[in-house]
């Protein structure tokens, strides 16, 4: 649900003019970060040691994952190595760097209830935990690979 925020006229500085546009940009953009957070934590927990940072980087995107690298200008290339979309979920579900791993591929009607489940089952918490290491262990093999695939696409 969008809230209605009505256009603000402000007798300010031209300075002050970008930052209220920024502050509205922020309330009308539907974040995909922060549902998809809320998909697989629908409450907040305050024990902050409750979960793995890795967890967290699975759960928001914000990870060694190709495509957040490459929104930042650190990759040229926002596929994953084996050419799919480089989301977390393809490297829980997809990726071959992953695969000893892999969780089973939830349909999109299941796909709260899967993310859920991984999230209280400790086996799955650890599998997830793995898979963030390999890839954090990985990133700089992979985004070089990358690499060397892009510039060899682009040559031809």
């Known amino acids: 649900a969008f809230i209605f925020v009505?256009?603000?006229?402000?007798n300010r500085p031209f300075i002050f003019v970008p930052q209220v546009n920024i502050i509205r940009a922020f309330?009308?953009?539907?974040?995909?970060n922060i549902i998809r957070a809320f998909i697989f934590v629908p409450q907040v927990n305050i024990n902050r040691?409750?979960?793995?940072?890795k967890i967290y980087q699975f759960i928001?995107?914000?990870g060694p994952f190709v495509t957040?690298?490459?929104?930042f200008g650190?990759?040229?290339?926002?596929?994953c190595v084996c050419g799919d979309n480089s989301y977390s979920n393809h490297y829980a579900t997809d990726c071959p760097v992953t695969k000893p791993f892999h969780f089973t591929k939830p349909s999109a009607v299941n796909l709260s209830t899967w993310c859920q489940n991984i999230v209280q089952n400790k086996i799955s918490l650890a599998?997830?935990?793995?898979?963030?290491?390999?890839?954090?262990?990985?990133?700089?093999?992979?985004?070089?690979?990358?690499r060397k695939t892009f510039l060899a696409f682009t040559s031809n």
């Open 6 to 10: 009505p256009q603000v006229n402000i």
């Open 27 to 32: 309330i009308f953009v539907p974040q995909v």
């Open 49 to 53: 040691a409750s979960i793995d940072s």
């Open 60 to 62: 928001t995107g914000h």
């Open 68 to 71: 957040y690298h490459h929104r």
């Open 74 to 79: 650190l990759s040229s290339y926002d596929r």
């Open 127 to 146: 599998q997830l935990v793995n898979i963030m290491k390999i890839l954090q262990e990985r990133r700089h093999d992979i985004i070089i690979s990358l």
